[in-house]
C-alpha cells in the first residue's frame, strides 16, 4: 500500500510524503522548454527529480518496497492531470554510478508501470566522451507521441555517432 | 568543422542544463523542508496518517 501523499505545488509541481521510518521524500517535476527548445512541444517537457527532504536518523534510508509504489501512485497523478506531459530523467554521473542508476531506474519502471506508458532510453555523450543515461516516460496516448520521441532523439544525435 | 564544433557544443549545454537543474532541484528540497509552508503541508499529512490508522 503506498504512502499517503501530499501535492504542494510551487513552480516545480512538488509532492511528497513520509515513511513510517519518518524518512520524508519530495518529488519535483520541473517545466523544462529549453530541452526542446524551438520545438512546438517544449512546453509540455519536465524534469522529474526525487530526494530525501527529511532524514533525522543518520543513517542512509532503508530499504522500503512502500516508497518506490508511492513515487509511482504520484508519477501516475502527475501525468492523469495532463495526459500530455511527458517526463525527463537524468542520472547523474559524478560518481561513476549512472549506470546503476539508469538500471535502479528501468526495474522501478517495469514494476509498477501499468502498460499506459512508454520510456525511451538514450544516452547523451559529453565531448570528453562521459556519457549520461537519459530517460523519457510519456504516455502512450499522447497525441503527440511521434513527434515528441522524435525530438528527444534528435538531443542525442551528434556528429561521433552519425 | 564549424558545424560539428557547434553540435558538440550543443551536447555539453544539454548535459550542463540537465545536471545542473537536477543540482539546483536537490538542494530547493533541502530548503524546503526547513520552510514554514513545507513544515504546516507535513503537519496536515501526519495528521491524515494519523486518522487513516
Known amino acids: 500500500m503506498p504512502y499517503q501523499y501530499s501535492f504542494i505545488g510551487g513552480l516545480n509541481n512538488s509532492y511528497f510524503f513520509e515513511t513510517v521510518n519518518k524518512i520524508v521524500y519530495e ?5 523544462s522548454p529549453y530541452l526542446l527548445a524551438g520545438n512546438e512541444f517544449s512546453e509540455l517537457i519536465y524534469e522529474f527529480v526525487i530526494d530525501v527532504a527529511i532524514n533525522n536518523s ?13 513515487i509511482a501512485e504520484i508519477f501516475k497523478e502527475f501525468f492523469n492531470a495532463y495526459s500530455e506531459n511527458v517526463c525527463i530523467y537524468i542520472c547523474d554521473s559524478s560518481d561513476n554510478r549512472q549506470d546503476i542508476r539508469r538500471k535502479k531506474f528501468d526495474q522501478w519502471f517495469y514494476k509498477y508501470q ?28 499522447n497525441p503527440y507521441i511521434k513527434q515528441i520521441i522524435a525530438a528527444f532523439i534528435e538531443l542525442s544525435e551528434n556528429e561521433a555517432n552519425k | 568543422m564549424e558545424t560539428r564544433e557547434k553540435k558538440k557544443r550543443t551536447t555539453d549545454e544539454i548535459i550542463a542544463y540537465l545536471l545542473q537543474s537536477k543540482r539546483e ?16 503541508a507535513l503537519a496536515k499529512l501526519r495528521e491524515l496518517n494519523n486518522n487513516r490508522k
Open chain 1, 58 to 70: 543518520g543513517k542512509n534510508p532503508p530499504l522500503d518496497n512502500e516508497v518506490s509504489l508511492t
Open chain 1, 27 to 31: 518529488i519535483k517535476f520541473k517545466p
Open chain 1, 114 to 141: 501499468n502498460d499506459s506508458f512508454i520510456k525511451i532510453d538514450e544516452i547523451l555523450v559529453d565531448s570528453n566522451k562521459n556519457r549520461y543515461p537519459v530517460s523519457m516516460v510519456i504516455l502512450k496516448r
Open chain 2, 25 to 40: 532541484m536537490q538542494e530547493e528540497i533541502k530548503r524546503d523542508a526547513n520552510s514554514p509552508e513545507f513544515q504546516e
